[in-house]
């Protein structure tokens, strides 16, 4: 595994609209900009790594942006988790929320460095004579953009949208709504599927390819409920022949089957030699070992996390589902320092490799796997397509060698007859949780599911602290508000309902 090569001296921190007030009095004749420093294809390169790395850090995959979906969707309970994970998971965060705050920072500092990629001024390089490779690079930060507005747009609603590189400390930039920024979100997804290569030779694995680009834009659309246009986009996904669903699930969160057929997009970073744990969205999982002399949130030893799978979850998992192991240590199961006595979770760790207490965690952390797209596709399927189309792809991730092996029922069956379009809806909701659990995507489905009135199906609503035209979106950090005084303006309110 390599890490992205982070960018440095050039962008450095995000100015834009989180940008500090103070201007300078001096201007450094000699200090690298955009325009002096992107001279060629590589240099263009060594900028969207920057982008890459930021999405790698503790602001967002690393840490913070694993909360905020994960927490608010009806997998995880536990009501004694400290601090501002806490006020998530319960939903009663507030503006000062410091994972919120963390997330929007994140995102915006990937939209700047993919702004001052894409604004580049490169025309010529005689060692990318074609400008294939400039070609490529900037699809990869129009991906990178379009990952990130879609983010904002499902976590925030309206946004500012900034498609140029800030350089005014005072240019600041109000809100747009919900629907513009996932419409400028898709055409830079789009932009991305048309350029990015299907596939990358093995040293630069771990960069977004048209199939990912795909992938993304089918959730975009279906967030929007254009799921005639989520349709097409996925279906070039599955008849490009690229992808395959792996043997077994567990192959999906294993060091040494990464970047498999079942990939579609994965993160890259690189394993810790010597810390106690590698940095992976994981220990926003409950699967971390704090290194650190503060309180620890989450004891693998014995199971005692406070952030365990939610007793619907676990019920979700029909008898003998091989699936459940690959998420949820349950009681008895052998885990380095001991034995499990509580059910916990399970995916993304490296127990099965490192047995010492605090080496749980894993280096890789596949973000969009082809079962996904599969069910996307039956969603879309049973909006606009036909019912058995549905049913085909539903049984396509059940025909995954070790289901059928566990000889888990094909649909239709039994508890899920699928003879109507709300049953094999019902049937796609299912197959989703126990499928993707743990992996920021059930709280995107509640969010569409919820807002098409189909809660019902799930046996009404699931969030028990839930209210309506207040949950659906996050709080913007008030320290965003405070700095940036054009916000609320254009008769768009600075601040999201309820908070």
């Given at each position: 595994?390599?890490?992205?090569?982070?960018?440095?001296?050039?962008?450095?921190?995000?100015?834009?609209?989180?940008?500090?007030?103070?201007?300078?009095?001096?201007?450094?004749?000699?200090?690298?900009?955009?325009?002096?420093?992107?001279?060629?294809?590589?240099?263009?390169?060594?900028?969207?790594?920057?982008?890459?790395?930021?999405?790698?850090?503790?602001?967002?995959?690393?840490?913070?942006?694993?909360?905020?979906?994960?927490?608010?969707?009806?997998?995880?309970?536990?009501?004694?988790?400290?601090?501002?994970?806490?006020?998530?998971?319960?939903?009663?965060?507030?503006?000062?929320?410091?994972?919120?705050?963390?997330?929007?920072?994140?995102?915006?500092?990937?939209?700047?460095?993919?702004?001052?990629?894409?604004?580049?001024?490169?025309?010529?390089?005689?060692?990318?004579?074609?400008?294939?490779?400039?070609?490529?690079?900037?699809?990869?930060?129009?991906?990178?953009?379009?990952?990130?507005?879609?983010?904002?747009?499902?976590?925030?609603?309206?946004?500012?949208?900034?498609?140029?590189?800030?350089?005014?400390?005072?240019?600041?930039?109000?809100?747009?709504?919900?629907?513009?920024?996932?419409?400028?979100?898709?055409?830079?997804?789009?932009?991305?599927?048309?350029?990015?290569?299907?596939?990358?030779?093995?040293?630069?694995?771990?960069?977004?390819?048209?199939?990912?680009?795909?992938?993304?834009?089918?959730?975009?659309?279906?967030?929007?409920?254009?799921?005639?246009?989520?349709?097409?986009?996925?279906?070039?996904?599955?008849?490009?022949?690229?992808?395959?669903?792996?043997?077994?699930?567990?192959?999906?969160?294993?060091?040494?089957?990464?970047?498999?057929?079942?990939?579609?997009?994965?993160?890259?970073?690189?394993?810790?030699?010597?810390?106690?744990?590698?940095?992976?969205?994981?220990?926003?999982?409950?699967?971390?070992?704090?290194?650190?002399?503060?309180?620890?949130?989450?004891?693998?030893?014995?199971?005692?996390?406070?952030?365990?799978?939610?007793?619907?979850?676990?019920?979700?998992?029909?008898?003998?589902?091989?699936?459940?192991?690959?998420?949820i240590y349950e009681v008895g199961d052998q885990w380095a320092g001991g034995v499990m006595t509580q059910e916990s979770w399970k995916k993304y760790t490296l127990s099965y490799k490192n047995p010492t207490p605090g080496n749980v965690t894993s280096a890789m952390n596949r973000r969009i796997r082809y079962a996904e797209v599969l069910l996307m596709l039956a969603e879309c399927e049973n909006e606009t397509g036909t019912a058995q189309a549905a049913i085909a792809r539903l049984n396509d991730i059940?025909?995954?060698?070790?289901?059928?092996?566990?000889?888990?029922?094909?649909?239709?069956?039994?508890?899920?007859?699928?003879?109507?379009?709300?049953?094999?809806?019902?049937?796609?909701?299912?197959?989703?949780?126990?499928?993707?659990?743990?992996?920021?995507?059930?709280?995107?489905?509640?969010?569409?599911?919820?807002?098409?009135?189909?809660?019902?199906?799930?046996?009404?609503?699931?969030?028990?602290?839930?209210?309506?035209?207040?949950?659906?979106?996050?709080?913007?950090?008030?320290?965003?508000?405070?700095?940036?005084?054009?916000?609320?303006?254009?008769?768009?309110?600075?601040?999201?309902?309820?908070?």
């Amino acid at each position: 595994m390599k890490k992205q090569t982070l960018l440095i001296g050039l962008i450095g921190w995000f100015i834009g609209l989180s940008s500090c007030e103070n201007s300078l009095d001096k201007v450094n004749p000699n200090a690298v900009t955009a325009e002096t420093y992107f001279k060629s294809s590589a240099e263009l390169l060594k900028g969207v790594n920057g982008a890459y790395t930021t999405l790698n850090g503790s602001y967002l995959v690393g840490n913070a942006y694993i909360w905020l979906h994960d927490l608010r969707s009806d997998d995880f309970v536990g009501t004694t988790l400290a601090d501002d994970r806490g006020e998530i998971l319960r939903g009663t965060l507030g503006v000062n929320n410091a994972y919120t705050e963390r997330v929007w920072k994140g995102f915006y500092i990937v939209i700047h460095r993919c702004n001052v990629v894409i604004n580049n001024t490169v025309t010529s390089d005689p060692d990318d004579p074609s400008g294939q490779i400039k070609n490529r690079v900037v699809a990869e930060a129009r991906f990178l953009r379009g990952l990130a507005y879609f983010e904002l747009a499902s976590l925030w609603g309206g946004v500012p949208l900034i498609t140029k590189p800030v350089t005014d400390f005072g240019g600041f930039v109000p809100r747009s709504t919900q629907k513009a920024v996932y419409e400028a979100a898709i055409q830079d997804l789009k932009d991305a599927a048309a350029t990015l290569p299907p596939t990358y030779e093995a040293a630069d694995n771990g960069r977004a390819t048209s199939g990912a680009a795909n992938t993304l834009l089918g959730r975009a659309y279906m967030q929007m409920n254009d799921y005639a246009n989520a349709k097409t986009v996925l279906e070039k996904v599955r008849s490009s022949g690229l992808y395959a669903l792996s043997p077994t699930s567990t192959e999906n969160f294993q060091e040494e089957t990464e970047f498999n057929k079942e990939s579609v997009f994965e993160y890259v970073f690189a394993p810790s030699p010597s810390a106690a744990e590698d940095e992976g969205d994981d220990y926003a999982q409950g699967q971390y070992r704090e290194s650190t002399n503060g309180t620890r949130q989450y004891d693998m030893n014995t199971g005692n996390g406070i952030v365990l799978p939610s007793p619907g979850l676990k019920s979700e998992f029909e008898p003998g589902d091989p699936r459940k192991k690959t998420t949820i240590y349950e009681v008895g199961d052998q885990w380095a320092g001991g034995v499990m006595t509580q059910e916990s979770w399970k995916k993304y760790t490296l127990s099965y490799k490192n047995p010492t207490p605090g080496n749980v965690t894993s280096a890789m952390n596949r973000r969009i796997r082809y079962a996904e797209v599969l069910l996307m596709l039956a969603e879309c399927e049973n909006e606009t397509g036909t019912a058995q189309a549905a049913i085909a792809r539903l049984n396509d991730i059940r025909n995954r060698a070790e289901l059928k092996t566990a000889g888990l029922p094909t649909y239709p069956n039994t508890k899920f007859p699928c003879n109507t379009k709300d049953e094999i809806l019902k049937a796609v909701m299912h197959e989703k949780r126990v499928e993707l659990a743990g992996e920021q995507v059930r709280n995107r489905d509640l969010l569409r599911w919820r807002a098409a009135g189909k809660l019902a199906l799930l046996g009404g609503e699931p969030i028990p602290y839930f209210q309506a035209n207040k949950h659906e979106l996050l709080p913007i950090p008030q320290s965003e508000i405070d700095r940036n005084t054009a916000l609320g303006s254009g008769g768009v309110t600075a601040q999201n309902p309820g908070y």
